[in-house]
């Protein structure tokens, strides 16, 4: 499709497992987005590309948390040894311009993947 | 670090009814601003936005919102609502480097 993919679109895990959250961006899009949204909240900024390199990954919670887009295109979000905190929907987003132009380009998002620690 | 807040978390109206959410943001320095909506079942869309120009930006479905710089608002609006405009609603701001979300308003409209 035309659109961002997410995968899965619902995760369950037990606490102390290792996920992998899966996301196609948009074909020909530069910059890459993850937001972690829970519960009657709005989404949180967790980490940001640009091509394959990860130019901010301010927004992760902790050490758990990484992410990488090693061509460029597709990105994981891995979560090592999960939490019950770390129970959100997982958004992706993607927008066509780079760093630089990043400002006046819309993001595009995916439906997000729904996980939930038992 | 860049903050946006919305009010009135729930709001429920009939149709026909006029709409406005409220929309504030705490960054001082330039900032393009965003309202995007999630209809049940779907992912977030854009709504609107304002990177510069006129401060009284005009989106899909009849929505609009007005950028008042020293406010720091940009508060979204619609004349007439209908029953398909039931969603969430998320005012965004970007600022260093980033996109801060507000935590948005459910909107109810009822036939």
């Known amino acids: 499709g035309a659109g961002v993919s997410q995968s899965p679109r619902y995760k369950v895990a037990k606490r102390g497992q290792d996920v992998a959250l899966r996301c196609d961006p948009i074909s020909g899009h530069v910059s890459l987005f993850w937001y972690q949204q829970a519960l009657g909240q709005g989404p949180e900024f967790l980490t940001y590309?640009?091509?394959?390199?990860?130019?901010?990954k301010s927004g992760l919670p902790s050490d758990r948390f990484f992410a990488e887009r090693p061509e460029g295109s597709v990105s994981t979000l891995k979560i090592q040894r999960t939490q019950q905190e770390d129970s959100a929907v997982y958004l992706c987003?993607?927008?066509?311009?780079?760093?630089?132009?990043?400002?006046?380009?819309?993001?595009?998002f995916g439906d997000g993947t729904r996980l939930s620690i038992l | 670090a860049q903050s946006v807040s919305q009010h009135n978390h729930h709001v429920i109206l009939s149709e026909a009814a006029s709409l406005e959410l409220g929309c504030n943001y705490s960054?001082?320095?330039?900032?393009?601003l965003f309202w995007y909506v999630q209809y049940p079942g779907q992912h977030l869309q854009l709504l609107l936005k304002y990177f510069s120009g006129d401060p009284l930006v005009k989106g899909i479905k009849g929505f609009e919102a007005e950028f008042i710089k020293s406010k720091f608002s940009f508060n979204l609006r619609k004349p007439s609502v209908q029953w398909s405009d039931t969603a969430e609603y998320f005012c965004?701001?970007?600022?260093?480097?980033?996109?801060?979300f507000g935590k948005g308003n459910q909107v109810v409209v009822i036939p």
């Open positions: 987003a993607s927008s066509l311009g780079g760093s630089s132009l990043f400002s006046n380009q819309p993001q595009h």
């Open positions: 965004a701001a970007y600022g260093n480097n980033r996109l801060a």
């Open positions: 960054y001082g320095g330039t900032v393009n």
């Open positions: 590309f640009q091509n394959e390199a990860q130019l901010d």
